[in-house]
Structure formats: structure tokens, C-alpha cells
């Protein structure tokens, strides 16, 4: 059975640099974030595998591959803040904080919310705040932001995000209907979003908060 330092790195080098994953500063934060402390203790052994994993609460966490892709698409640069939308399991905000000065990750479910505070201090990234409550509404006390990562589908661009994205900024967010997404990357320039389409995926859907 490979060690977990060992499948990390075969994660690595099989799926992101063999699928085009090319940023070295996003593939040095992949080989540095141990994606097994934020899988179930009874997922670990698949938590370097080329697949989501459940981690409660109807969430999972997402496909290697697919955070690679976004945080790529993002371009950060090491003085920027970065407001995340659906914490999930912290995974994507470890990285985050890793590529970023500053990460704002909202998450709507309590309890995955608290575990995700608990691994991150753990790990000792100091850099990062997650926040209980609707992602769809942003985090308009920490705006405007230099670029949002959207980890849950929107039916459509959520012009509320929009609004808190620093001009020029960037945005990842996979937008469809619920069995099927494409992610989409949006820049905004001069006030307005320039939009461009990639990858074909399937997301967990961003949802309000009662009330």
C-alpha cells in the first residue's frame, strides 16, 4: 500500500501534469496540502483517487483534477484576497491560502463549516476565515475581492457575486442545471464580465438560506 506522501505525489504528476495542469505554484500547493486530513477517516485511503469523495451533510469534495483546473483559471498572485463560496470539507481554501494573502470561505452548513475552522488552525493556516451562512450573498464586508471561487452550481452568473468582484478581478464558478454544469471563467473589465467557457462538470447546487 503507497504511503500517503508518495500517492500525493503520484496525484500530482498522473493527474494534473499529465492532464495539462501546467502553474507550478498550483501544483506546489497540491504537494504540500494533505488532502487525506480533510476526507472521513474512512476515506483515507482513497483521498489522493481521481474522484469526489462524501464528506456529509450531502456535500463532497471535489475531484483533484477539477480544484486544480479552477485555481489555475484564477491566476493569483501571492498579495491577493480571495473570497471562496462553499467550504465544504476547507480542501480548496487550504490551497487557497496557500496561493492567496487573505481567504473569506463561506459555508452554509454548520457542522462542516466548524470541522473545516478545526483542520485548518490544525494545519496552521492563519491567512483564512470561514464563515457560516448563505453563500449567495457573498461577503459584502470584505469586498471587493481579486478574485471568488465558486465551489458549488448557480443556474446563472449570481450578479450579487458580481458586484464584489474587484474590476479588474477574477471569477470561477460552475453555472447550469443541476445534472450538468460548465465551469465558467469571468474577468471583469472596465465594469463589465468578460466571460469564457471551459470544462463540462457536475457540482453540488449553491442553495440560499432559508429565510
Sequence with gaps: MLDLTTARQLMVDSQLRARGISDPRVLDAMLRVPRHEFVPHHYRAQAYEDHPLPIGDGQTISQPYIVALM????????????????????????????LAAQVFSIERHDALAASARNVLAALGYANVQV???????????????????????????????????????????????????????????????????RELVRFVPLVPNPG
Design 71 to 98: 485555481l489555475e483559471s484564477l491566476q493569483l498572485a501571492p498579495d491577493e484576497v480571495v473570497l471562496e463560496i462553499g467550504t465544504g470539507s476547507g480542501y480548496a481554501t487550504a490551497l487557497l491560502a496557500e
Design 131 to 197: 464563515f457560516t451562512g448563505d453563500g449567495t450573498l457573498g461577503l459584502r464586508a470584505g469586498a471587493p475581492f481579486d478574485a471568488i471561487l465558486v465551489s458549488a452550481a448557480a443556474p446563472d452568473l449570481p450578479p450579487t457575486l458580481l458586484a464584489q468582484l474587484r474590476d479588474p478581478g477574477r471569477m470561477i464558478i460552475p453555472v447550469g442545471p443541476p445534472d450538468s454544469q460548465q465551469l465558467q471563467f469571468i474577468r471583469m473589465v472596465n465594469g463589465q464580465p468578460l466571460i469564457s467557457l
